[in-house]
């Protein structure tokens, strides 16, 4: 799950990683009384959507730039009072932009230096890695491939944690002198309490900067969690802004079930991630395009069955159904009565191709032969996609 | 012989008494695996089905029956306690079938295992079989075939998939090992493919990955070097968007690694012959042993 920048601040300021002063708003109002407690003539209004390139962002009023420069509290309410309720449409947004709901504002602050600083969990050594660099703000993929050599990394010991003596070196090699070290120490171990306290796999501070005040500061945090852990941390959970999320992908998470929406019209629904992720590829290979990843889980019920044909079906773009289950501790039977029930209850006007294998397989192809649906049965997986691509509009 | 499991196998399961650590500790029973123990914490004295002790603590389970491998079946907020409780008792396999235990349990988990000589095989796996000796886990028996194919997989349902295939083929496998789809897990593709290529009973290997971290790139290394068998790879997810978790934990591109493409170019120059499609990996393992 993705948070808002103003909720990685809140994350930041509760375990003391500094960063800059400021507030969220709802309301143009509320933006020009935090402006005014800040108490400065150098302010920044940021437009709260989840998506990148909001600097170069443009609203669909007219108004340009989802990032903007004040100088007075009037001017952050009029700013504001341009962005809230607002649609900017990004490089990452899509056409269709996003509406903006809050606005973050904050003291905007000099840069002497820019730096990337990164806690992630290595998979190689099953260990947090801390990987940094001297130049920031700028992409650190980008930077690897030219010049590894400016790439710091620094492995943390699970057990112990970051240890102080990491962080000296840390701060050393990316070059803070004498006086900035206590500061940049601080930083980085409270960002390592962070990271580990909150279950996070990543968490990037592009840039980290050294103000010319002297002041070492995370400028911009990203966050990734871990979703296996969120159980114990409801407050992360509520969090979650399911306006900035896919409505099938929400939908599909009331009923445990792991969907991801793609950009093809070919439905699919199949049980376990690598049959799924399979399946979309033989689709492909054959020339189809996959709507979405929908995996319905290794034991799923005859209702989240239905409620997966259900999500399918909902989506405008799917025009054709592909169902592909290798049945373990899943029964055939169960699914067949699952696509039953659904195809049922939502009068089925597209083609439904169902490849059935595994437990119970007789019973479950019976169930869907007696039925007189209009379906295809496939035996195998290669037949399975070949006739759905077949089947499909092209488009 | 095989690999890791076989007739000497004596199974402890811990969580016996759940739902479904009941239900998949009958099906290792029904396949003819030797389980030996159970363990539920507070239900220590019990029998499960009449036929199994159960044991409040692993260590008194191993004290007691001399149990040598495990399957975890504990919800995914105690299974890192499970899985440490197992290796402290000395138990040589421990298989953990949980899936979602938090990342940060199993990278303390992981630092702590390489103190002790237990294997962990998983978690979030279907589990580990030696075809008509010893089932230890959630994967239908009955599609398996004894013979000498190794198979090692990080999918659950895509492995039932190749096995099958091998099986309708008359050709059977020597042991099959579901590492599991999680981020950080006990055996790797490549201590899997070691175990394969040393064990003379397996003549081919099948290696099914997917996008996310660089296990098979390893492997292919690995193979490339040191082994002469036959080897047929799969790789799931050439479709797959980047920054998006495919359902496992572990399956996900992120800043531009562990896409599908840069897996499949590692196999092949490893020599390895590479599945165009999962209908056709069983086809691609014969036709390298042909």
Redesign the interface.
């Known amino acids: 799950m993705n948070i808002h920048e103003y909720q990685a601040k809140e994350l930041l300021d509760r375990f003391g990683v500094a960063n800059p002063r400021g507030g969220v708003a709802r309301t143009p109002a509320e933006a020009e009384r935090i402006a005014r407690d800040l108490g400065i003539n150098a302010l920044v209004v940021k437009a709260q959507i989840h998506a990148g390139g909001r600097g170069k962002g443009a609203f669909t009023n007219g108004f340009k730039g989802g990032v903007q420069l004040c100088k007075t509290a009037s001017q952050a309410r009029d700013t504001a009072a341009k962005m809230l309720g607002q649609t900017l449409v990004t490089h990452q947004t899509g056409p269709a932009g996003r509406v903006v709901r809050r606005v973050l504002v904050c003291e905007a602050v000099e840069a002497e230096k820019e730096f990337y600083f990164a806690i992630l969990?290595d998979?190689?050594t099953?260990?947090?890695v801390i990987v940094a660099s001297r130049e920031g703000g700028m992409d650190?993929?980008e930077v690897a491939a030219r010049d590894p050599g400016k790439i710091i990394r620094e492995p943390v010991?699970?057990?112990f944690g970051l240890q102080p003596f990491q962080t000296r070196k840390l701060a050393r090699k990316l070059g803070f002198g004498p006086s900035q070290m206590r500061p940049a120490c601080k930083l980085f171990a409270a960002l390592y309490r962070c990271f580990?306290s909150l279950?996070c796999?990543m968490v990037e501070i592009n840039p980290l900067v050294l103000t010319r005040g002297g002041k070492v500061l995370a400028l911009d945090a990203k966050f990734s969690f871990?979703?296996?852990?969120l159980?114990?941390h409801p407050d992360i959970v509520e969090m979650r802004d399911a306006a900035e999320e896919d409505p099938r992908e929400v939908e599909a998470a009331k009923h445990r079930l792991?969907y991801?929406g793609?950009d093809g019209n070919i439905g699919c629904m199949?049980?376990?991630?690598?049959?799924?992720?399979?399946?979309?590829?033989?689709?492909?290979?054959h020339g189809g395009e996959?709507a979405n990843?929908l995996?319905v889980g290794?034991?799923a019920s005859e209702e989240q069955v239905t409620e997966a044909f259900k999500i399918l079906l909902s989506d405008p773009k799917v025009k054709a159904i592909l169902v592909n289950i290798?049945?373990?501790?899943m029964k055939c039977d169960i699914i067949a009565q699952g696509v039953l029930n659904a195809v049922k209850s939502v009068n089925l006007s597209i083609p439904l191709v169902v490849r059935l294998?595994?437990?119970n397989v007789e019973q479950g192809r019976k169930i869907l032969a007696d039925s007189a649906l209009p379906l295809v049965s496939a035996s195998?997986?290669?037949d399975a996609?070949r006739q759905i691509v077949a089947l499909a509009p092209k488009d | 012989m095989a690999v890791l499991v076989g007739k000497d196998t004596r199974l402890c399961v811990q969580g016996i008494t759940g739902k479904?650590g009941a239900f998949h500790a009958r099906g290792c029973m029904e396949y003819g695996t030797d389980v030996v123990a159970g363990v539920t914490p507070a239900r220590g004295g019990e029998m499960f089905d009449d036929k199994v002790p159960v044991f409040d603590t692993v260590d008194e389970a191993r004290a007691q029956t001399g149990c040598n491998a495990t399957m975890i079946f504990v919800p995914?907020?105690f299974a890192a306690d499970a899985i440490l409780e197992a290796a402290d008792a000395g138990v040589e396999l421990i298989v953990c079938i949980t899936e979602?235990?938090?990342?940060?349990?199993?990278?303390?988990v992981?630092?702590?295992l390489g103190r002790t000589s237990s294997r962990l095989i998983g978690p979030n796996c279907?589990g580990i079989i030696t075809p008509g000796q010893c089932k230890i886990g959630?994967?239908?028996g009955y599609?398996h075939k004894p013979g000498n194919i190794g198979v090692v997989?990080?999918?659950?349902?895509?492995?039932?998939?190749a096995v099958?295939q091998l099986t309708t083929r008359g050709q059977g496998q020597s042991t099959c090992i579901g590492i599991g789809?999680d981020?950080?897990i006990g055996t790797t593709t490549l201590d899997a493919v070691k175990f394969f290529a040393a064990d003379p009973d397996t003549r081919g290997i099948i290696l099914?990955g997917?996008?996310?971290?660089?296990a098979e790139e390893e492997a292919a290394a690995w193979l490339k070097e040191n082994c002469d068998k036959p080897v047929a790879g799969?790789i799931?997810?050439?479709?797959?968007?980047p920054g998006?978790?495919?359902?496992?934990?572990?399956?996900i591109i992120s800043?531009?690694k562990g896409t599908?493409a840069a897996k499949i170019a590692a196999l092949r120059d490893a020599g390895i012959a590479v599945a165009?499609?999962?209908?056709?990996i069983a086809d691609t393992l014969l036709s390298a042993m042909a």
């Open positions: 969990v998979r190689a099953g260990a947090p650190i993929e010991d699970p057990a580990s279950d796999s871990d979703d296996n852990a159980f114990r792991s991801i793609l199949v049980n376990g991630a690598g049959l799924a992720m399979a399946t979309m590829d033989i689709i492909k290979h996959p990843f995996d290794g034991g290798f049945g373990g501790i294998e595994g437990t195998d997986l290669d996609a | 479904s995914p907020e979602g235990i938090p990342v940060m349990d199993m990278m303390r992981k630092d702590m279907p959630i994967m239908p599609i997989s990080r999918s659950g349902t895509l492995t039932y998939e099958w789809g981020p950080i099914i997917e996008i996310g971290g660089s799969f799931a997810g050439a479709t797959a968007p998006r978790r495919m359902g496992h934990a572990g399956a800043g531009g599908a165009e499609t999962p209908s056709s």
